[in-house]
C-alpha cells in the first residue's frame, strides 16, 4: 500500500457521540486502528480518573476522548481542504490528512490507569509510551500502521513528539489550541455536567488557518479565542483541581506506595491470595510494554479488593478500604512560603494520633498556566496563538487581548495538605474521648479551609 | 430516632448531575446511604452493561442512575406536599417522604456486573439480592436504615416488592411510569448520545397525581405520556436491544459458562495464576451475600485478562480475548416458527469448520411489552396507567389513545442467532482455503441480515 | 449566465443559527435571494401566527424557517453527492443542487400575515403566489434566478408546484419527509420550548437515498423515521392544535370580516383617521402582486390599533381590544354529529346576551392525517414513504411500522366552539346581574370542557 | 386587599419557556399585571432591537424576557425562604416577595420600539416611562398594584428606581448580578443561537445569599462569577456591539430624523397617505403616556412602508427602502484621537458623491464597563460584587479574582463611521464611472476595516 491509497474513502462508517453527533470513519485504516487492542484498552481506563468521584457523570473512558479528537481533526481537514488546498493554490497538503488522523486518534493511547498518580510512582511516562506502542513491532496498532508503508509509524511518532517537518500538522496536535484539548474540554464539560468547558467549537474551527509555519486564527475571531481560553481556565479552576479528586488521588498514591513497599520489603509482603501479578513488574520497576498494556482501572481496583479482603498489613487494608468505598482524604490550602512552621506542628500532631504519617498525610500543590507567549527560555516554551488582521498583519492573542493579557504568564491553582477525613471538624464530635485535645488542635489549624496557626497557648484543652 | 427526626432537613448538600443538573440531598439518612460501601459498590458497575460496547459514551454507572431515581423521586414529593398534602386536605401524607426517597435510591442496589447475563447462568437475582441488602443486619445500608427505627429497613423493602400498603408509594418506585424508568430513559439517552430516550420529564411532573389508591394523569397530559411511552419503545428497539450489544453479551455468557465448566470439572481448572477467588463460589454456586458485594465489572475483567495471560484452556482463552479486545459475536434474525431446520444446517456448518458450538453458537431473543393495561391473568400483572379527565372521570391510557393502543399487549423485538463475526461475508475473502465451500454456505445464509435457507443443490462450490 | 457558473462556489458566507448552527452560503445567487426585498419581507411575519400567543417563544419569522429549509437541503446534496454521484455511478445529478437550494429558500415566500386566517377570509393562497412571485418579471427575486438562466425561474416554480421532471428534486422539497417539514418540526419545537417537536435529524439524514424514481430510507432506519413521525403527530397535537392559539385565530377571523363588510356597506366606512390603505384591495377583492407584498403582521396590527383609537363601530373596536390585548375566545369541543341541537342552544343563549353572534361565535374544527401510504383516489393523493431492504426490497413504512400503522390513514385532531371568554364559569361569578339565568345555562353547558346538553327543566334559575 | 392577602398562593398556572422550562404563576396579582394591556404590549417590541437583523433567530419580545425576569426572581426568593428566612433566624423576610416579583415583572415596561434610537432622538426616557406606567392611575398595571394596597405602586416603583428601603429588594432587581441581566444574557444567547451568554445560573444561585445590606456570593462560588462576567463581556463584544446590527441602527436614527424634519419644517410635510398619527407627538415633542403606549415595532415599520409607498421626499423614501428591506449602513473603525483629519476628508469625499451628510454618515461609539468596583464618585457609582470567605471574610470581587481585576474600569468597544453600503470596495466594482476617483479615495480610506489616511498624492485616478 501507500498513503495515498491507504488514504481512500471506504463507506462511511459512524460511532454515535454526544459531544459530536457522529464519528465519521472514512477509511479502513482508521476503522482497523480502532479495532486495535491497544485501543479497545483505553475503554478500560476513565478520561479523568479519580475526578468522577467528584463528579459522578464524569465516567467516560480515554477511548471515548480519543475518538473525539479524531472527529474534531477530520473536520479540520475537511475544511482545511475545501478553502485552502494547495490544489487551489492555498497551503494545506490533504496529503498530510492521514497522518493528522493517526496522530489524533493515537495521541493519547500510552495512558494507564490513574496516570497522574501512576506515572509518579512508577517512573512511566504516557507520552513515552505511546510512542512505543506506535513503533514497537510487536503492537497490532503499529502493524496497521505499517500496512501504509514502512516508514508511516515513525511519521505518526514523530507528529506526537513534535519533530514532524509540517508545523500545520505538529500544531493540530498540540498547541495551545489543539484538537485533544477542544475535545476534552467539550466532553469533561458534557459527562461532568458542568458548562464551564463549552466553546465556541464551530466558530473556532471557522475562524482557524493553515499558514505556512502553522495554524493561525482570524483577527475577528478573537472573541471566540478569548472564550476558549477562559472555558480552559475555569475547567481547570473548577473541576480539574477539584480538591476531592485530589483527596482520592493522594489516597491512591500513597497504597500503591505502601503496596510496593511491602512487596520489596517483606518475603513474600502477600500471600497467595493477595498476590497482584500484573502490578509486580512495576514495583520491580522491571516492566515491559506487554506488561503496561495489561493495566486498567478495573485492574487496579480488582488487587485493591483483593487486598481488603486477604492481605494482612493492616495500613495496606485500611487504605485500600478508603479508596474502594469512597472516603477521601481531606484538604486545606498552605502557603509554602508562609506555612512551613504551621505544616510541621500539624503533621506531628498527625502522628501524635498514631497515623503513619507516610501514609496519612500529604502535600499537593496543583498549578496550571492557562495562556504563555512563546518563551524560548521557558522551561516547555509554547507556541503562541497568533491572530491574522485583514491586512496579513499577526497579533499574538496576549497584545490583541487584554483579558488573555490578564492570564499570560500566570500560574494559577493551589497547595493544600491532605488527611484522613476523620481528623476534621464535624466528622467526629460525638466520640472524641482520649485524643481530644490533640484532634481540637488540629481543628483550630483547619477550621476556616486555609491553615492557620495556633493561637498561642492554645492547646485545645477543655477550657477553649 | 423517629421518621419524623430523621426526615428533617439538613443544609442541603448537592452533587452536579448532567441529567437533572443537581441532586439535592436534604436529609442526613440520605446522605448517610450514599456513602455506604454498597452503594459506592455500584460505581464500577456500569449502569448498561455491554451496551458501552456500542455506544461508547454509554459508560455511567449505576451509582449516577440510582442518585438520579432518587432525585426524580424528590421533585415528586415535593411536588405532591406542594399542591396535595393531607394538611391542605389532599391524600398525600409527606410522611410517606422517607420511605419513598430511600426506596427509589436504593431500588437498583442489587445489581451485579453485568446483570443480566450473569443471572441467567448463576442464577442470581438483583431484586431478591437488593432486599437482602436492606434487611441484613451486615450491611452498612441496613444499619444507616436502622437508625432511623427498627422497622424502617423492612418499609423500604416492602416498597421494593410492592407489598407497601400505601399504593402510591409504591407505584412511584414500580409501575409503568416510574421513577427508576424516567431516570434510566433520559439518562442513557444522554449518555449514549442517542435522543430516542427524551421525553418532556417536567410535563409528565406537572400533569402526575397522587389519588387515594395510586398515581393518575391528568387527561390533558395524555400527549405528554404517549411521548414518554414511544420513547421508551425506541429505546429498547435502537438501544437497549442493539445486536453487537448483544452479541457481547452472548460472548460473556459463553465465557462464564466456560470457565465453570473447568472449574467444576477440572482439578486444578486453574492454575495458581489464573483463580479467580471472587468468581468461585459461583461457580459451586454457593455463595453469600459478602461474596455478591465483592463482585463488580473490574473483577470480571480481571480475571478475564488473568486467564488471557496465564490459562491453558484454548477456548477460554480465545473467549476472554474476544471479550476483552471487542470482537462480538455477529448475528442474523430468525424466526423461531419458520426456521427450526435452517438453523439445524448453519449450526452444522459451525460445527464443521471446527468450532465448539456449544461456545460459539448462541440463539438469543429479546422481546419488550411497550405498554399493557391490567390483565390479572398475565403472568406479571401491570398496573394501568389511567387518565383523569376534569370530570373526575378515568379512561385507562390505551383507550383514550390510539396510538398507544397501537402497542398494548404487543411483544416488540427480535430473535437472533449469533456466530463468530469471521465467519461473515466480507470477512476473511482473503485466506479462504480449506474451509471455503462450507464457508460459502454459511455466507448464503447470513447475507441478507437474515436468516435464509440454502438454495437446493447449493454446496458452496466454485461453479457458484 | 448558466446553471453550471452560478452553481460555483464563492468563499462561505454563513448565518449564525440556533437550530442547525450555522446556515452556509456558498453560492452568489443564493446570497442575493436572501437580499431580495421578498425574502427581507418574511422577517415580518412570524412562522407560528398567533401560536406566539400560547407559547410566548414561539416569535420566530417565516424568514428564519426558510434559510432553515434552504440548510437542511443543502446537507442532503452534500450527502448525496459524496455518496450516490452519478460520476461514481450513482444516481444523484449534482447540477440538481441549484433547483434544489433555491426552491427549499423560496417555497415559503408567498406566506402572508395570518396565513390560515387571511386566506380564508381574501381567498389569497401562499402556494399561488409563490409562483407568481418566482415567475412574475417585477420581483427582486425572478430578476436574481433569471440572471442564471431565462428558464430558471420556471425550473425552481415547476419544483414547487410538483411538475419538476426529476422526482428526487421534487420529494426533497414536497413530500412526508421533506426539507421544510423537518425544519419546522426542529424550528418550532426549539422556539416553543417544547421538545416534542425533536426527532434525530442526522440520523434521518443519514438514512436517505436517492433511487431514481425519488427519495427513500434504509430499512434498518425504520425507528428514526417512526420517531419522526410521532414527533410530527405531538406538534401538531400539543402545539399547533392548541385552543388558545386556535382562539386568538377566531377572534382575528372575525375582526377582519368586520372590518370588510364595514368597507363594502358603509361609506364611509372609516374615516380619514382609521383607513387601512395597504387592506382596501384585498377588502375590495382586487389585488395585485405588489399589494400582497406589502403587508406584514405589523401592518394588521398596526391598523389593528388604530381602529382603537379612531373607529367609531364598536363591535370593530371591541374585536380589536380583545386581539390587541391577548383576550382570546374560549372554546369546549362538541362533536358534529352529537351536539347539534346543543349547538343551536347554546349559541341561541349567547345572542340572548346582546352578542352578535356573527362575530362572537365562531366554529372551528383541526385535523391533521399524520402519516398516510399512496392513495391514488384520496382527495391530495401523498406520496408514501419507502424503505429499502438490505436486499433491496422495499416496504411502505405502514406495512413495516405496526406504530406507524396504528396512524395510517387516520384523522386526528377536534371541533371546537369558541366564545367570548366572559362568558365561561369563573370568570365573572361577582358581577353576574341580570343576565344570571342565562349565563348559568352557558356555565352549565360548558363547564366540563366538552359542549354538555341542558338537563331536562334547567333554566340556570336560583333554585339550583 | 393586603400584601399578605395577595401573597397568598392559587393554583400554579405556567407559561412553557424555552429558557427556564416552565415560568410559574403562583399569585393572582401576577397573572393579572401579565394580562394587562401595558405588558401585553411587549410582544410587540423586539429584546434585541436591531440585532435580529444580525442574528437572525433573534426575534424574541421583551414579553417574553420580563416573564424571564420574573421567573427567576422567584426561585432567588423560594430558595432564600427556604434557607435564610426570618422566621428561621435568618435575614430574608419573605414578605417582600411580592414587591421583588411585581418589580422583575414590570421592570422594563417602559421600553418602546427600538428604544436606544427612539430615545436619542425624542428624548423619552423608559425608565421613567416605568416609573409612570406603575404610577398612573390609568394604566391597568396601576390598577392591579392598587388592589394589592393604596401605597403598593410606590413600592413598586421605588425598587426600580432604587430607594426602596431593602437594599436586598434593590439589588435583586438592579445591581451587577441581578435577575434583569441574568435572564437577557441566557435568552439573547438562546434566541441568536450564540453560546457567548451561558453561565451556569444553578450555580449562580445558589452561591447568592441575602445580607442585611444586600447580596453577596459565597466565596467558593467566585469561579462561577468570574464565569458569569466573562460571558456577559462576550455577549457584548460579539453580539450587543457588532456591527451590522448598529448599521440599521443608524439607517433608523436618519429615516426618524428626516421624518421629523419634514413634519416640523414642511406644510404638509406628508400627505394624506403617508400620515403617520401615532408618530406625530414625538415629532412634535407633545406626547402623553398613551401616546408612548400606542408605538410599538410594528407601527414604525408600517409608516415606514406607508412612506415608501406614498411619500415624496427622495431621502425619507430611500432611507425607509433601506431600513425595510434591510440595507445596513456599513463601517470602519476610527480613532476619536488620531483620524479627526481623516473624518473630515472621507465625510467630504462622500459629500462629494452627491449624498446629504447630515443623513448618510454617521458616527458611533459603543462601550461597555464590564465591571466596576464601587466608586462614590463615578457618574454611575455601581454596587460592587462581594464575596463571602467561610470566616465571614468579605472580599469585593476584582480583588479575589485576577481575572476580573484584568477588566476592571476599563471601557470595552468601539468607534466607527459609517457610510452607504455601495460606497464599499467590492459593491460597484461594474457600474463605477464618473465618480470613480472618489470612490477609489473612499475604498483606500476604509478597505482595512479601520479607517486610513489617504497616501499622500492619491486622488484615485487611473495611474494607481
Avoid at 499577526?394 to 488573555?404: K, N, R
Wanted: with cysteine.
Amino acid at each position: 500500500m501507500s498513503i495515498a491509497e491507504a488514504s481512500k474513502r471506504i463507506p462511511e462508517k459512524v460511532f454515535r457521540d454526544p459531544v459530536h453527533d457522529y464519528i465519521h470513519v472514512q477509511q479502513q485504516v482508521i476503522m482497523d486502528l480502532i479495532n486495535t487492542k491497544e485501543m479497545q484498552r483505553l475503554r478500560r481506563i476513565k478520561q479523568m480518573g479519580t475526578a468522577s468521584y467528584t463528579f459522578h457523570g464524569a465516567e467516560h473512558s480515554r477511548f471515548s476522548h480519543s475518538l473525539g479528537v479524531y472527529e474534531i481533526a477530520r473536520k479540520i481537514c475537511d475544511k482545511f481542504v475545501r478553502n485552502y488546498s494547495i490544489e487551489d493554490g492555498g497551503v494545506w497538503d490533504d496529503s498530510e490528512r492521514l497522518v493528522v488522523l493517526c496522530a489524533a486518534l493515537l495521541h493519547d493511547i500510552g495512558h494507564g490507569p490513574f496516570s497522574h498518580t501512576f506515572e509518579s510512582i512508577f517512573n512511566t511516562n504516557h507520552e513515552e509510551i505511546t510512542q512505543q506502542i506506535i513503533l514497537s513491532e510487536d503492537t497490532e496498532v503499529n502493524h496497521v500502521l505499517r500496512s501504509v508503508s514502512p516508514d508511516f509509524p515513525n511519521q505518526v511518532a514523530s507528529v506526537i513528539n513534535k519533530t514532524y517537518p509540517n508545523p500545520q500538522v505538529v500544531q493540530l496536535i498540540s498547541s495551545q489550541i489543539d484538537a485533544d484539548r477542544m475535545d476534552y474540554l467539550l466532553r469533561d464539560s458534557y459527562f461532568s455536567g458542568t458548562n464551564y468547558g463549552n466553546f465556541d467549537l464551530s466558530r473556532i474551527l471557522r475562524v482557524m488557518h493553515p499558514y505556512k509555519d502553522g495554524i493561525r486564527f482570524d483577527y475577528n475571531g478573537m472573541h471566540a479565542v478569548e472564550d476558549y481560553i477562559t472555558s480552559r481556565y475555569q475547567m481547570y479552576m473548577q473541576v480539574y483541581f477539584h480538591p476531592v479528586s485530589r483527596g482520592m488521588e493522594m489516597l491512591l498514591n500513597h497504597l500503591l506506595k505502601r503496596a510496593q513497599e511491602l512487596f520489596l520489603t517483606e518475603d513474600p509482603y502477600l500471600d497467595h491470595e493477595t498476590h497482584a501479578p500484573f502490578l509486580e513488574p512495576f514495583f520491580m520497576q522491571n516492566w515491559t510494554l506487554d506488561d503496561y498494556l495489561r493495566l486498567d482501572d478495573g485492574v487496579l481496583q480488582t488487587y485493591f479488593q483483593h487486598w481488603i479482603h486477604f492481605a494482612n498489613d493492616p495500613i495496606l487494608k485500611d487504605l485500600a478500604v478508603r479508596f474502594i468505598d469512597r472516603k477521601p482524604f481531606k484538604s486545606v490550602t498552605y502557603s509554602e512560603e508562609e506555612n512551613q512552621e504551621d505544616l510541621k506542628v500539624l503533621i506531628d500532631l498527625v502522628g501524635k494520633l498514631g497515623y503513619d504519617i507516610r501514609y496519612y498525610v500529604a502535600l499537593n500543590s496543583r498549578f496550571d498556566l492557562p495562556y504563555d507567549f512563546y518563551r524560548p527560555s521557558a522551561e516547555k516554551p509554547r507556541t503562541q496563538i497568533e491572530l491574522v488582521e485583514k491586512s496579513g498583519n499577526m497579533v499574538e492573542l496576549s497584545v490583541a487581548s487584554s483579558l488573555i493579557a490578564a492570564f499570560t504568564g500566570q500560574q494559577r491553582g493551589d497547595e493544600r495538605i491532605f488527611l484522613p477525613n476523620e481528623l476534621f471538624y464535624g466528622k467526629n464530635r460525638n466520640n472524641i474521648t482520649l485524643f481530644e485535645p490533640i484532634l481540637k488542635q488540629i481543628h483550630a489549624m483547619t477550621k476556616s479551609g486555609k491553615l492557620t496557626p495556633l493561637a498561642e497557648g492554645f492547646d485545645g484543652d477543655d477550657q477553649i
